[in-house]
């Protein structure tokens, strides 16, 4: 079976004649004749029968119709798409975990369009956590993810692209309210809040915390929104790492950078190592790499 003989049987199943079907199709009646032979000898049923010098449907040519033009409709959504990609037009697939979702990408999309002017190219957008995204990825349902380093993954690359700093957080009328920046080592006598263990942000700031070679005496509450914690450092419950977001500005706290580059942390543009990419996609990961090494 093949798309001609698809192709010739649902233009034989609208005409309900050979020799008008043969002219349509520009082929000789008995080249459409051999084909819709061989497809009812494939498939073991009569497509069609016989009425006066027409011919009409059977009930088995009826049901294979339905199919019939739902494979032809998919082939050629699939053909256009193809050559969509061939002509730089495409739809590229890009994943993203929340912390870059709301200064990062909005920024790199608009730079892409402003300074490349590629009006072929759209966008479908994946928001979820890292371990996610790598799964989407590697199941070719993203082209490209941006997300944390993920570990045991040797068929990707990460290639650095962003660097964002977190700053120990503590109330206006802190002891250490006083400083501008601080020894992590130093903090960790003081009552901490902290990120629950399913936030997404918890595996960033333990991360530093191991950097640091220390951990907080005690850690009185956990909760899952960095503005939640926000809100209870300014209210005097306890102090807290997080990252840098623009609700700080709004309450009695003191951001203090954390010393030694300590309190950074990196966050990746993921691809397949071994895939084959479209024009499309190389040439928005290139533009990708172009702006993110002038922007480290």
Known sequence: MNIYQLKYFTALAHTEHYTETARQLHITQPNLSHAIRSLEEELGVPLFEKKGRNVVLTKYGREFLRDARQILQMTEESMKKMQAVQEGKECISLGFVRALGIGFMP????QFRRKTDEKSISFRFYEEASRSLIDRLKKW????????????EPEISF?????????????EDHPLASLEEVELCDTVQY????????SAMRPRVDQIFRRAGTWPQQVIV???EDEVIAGFVAA??????????KV????????????????????YMAYLKQ??????????????????????
Do not use: W
Request: hydrophobic content about 35%; glycine content about 4%.
């Open 236 to 245: 005097g419950f306890g102090i807290a790492v997080v990252e840098e977001m």
């Open 107 to 110: 920024r790199l999309l608009y």
């Open 248 to 267: 700080l500005d709004t309450l009695p706290v003191k951001k203090l950078k954390i010393k030694n580059g300590i309190g950074q942390h990196e966050f």
């Open 191 to 198: 009552p901490y809040i902290f990120f629950r263990n399913d």
């Open 275 to 296: 895939r084959e990419y479209s024009p499309a996609v190389r040439r928005f990961s290139d533009f990708v790499c172009r702006e993110t090494e002038q922007n480290p």
């Open 222 to 224: 956990e909760f899952f």
């Open 159 to 171: 290639v650095p692209v962003y660097r964002q700093d977190y700053y120990v957080i503590v109330p």
């Open 141 to 152: 349902e993203c082209d490209l993810v941006f997300c944390n380093y993920v570990d045991k």
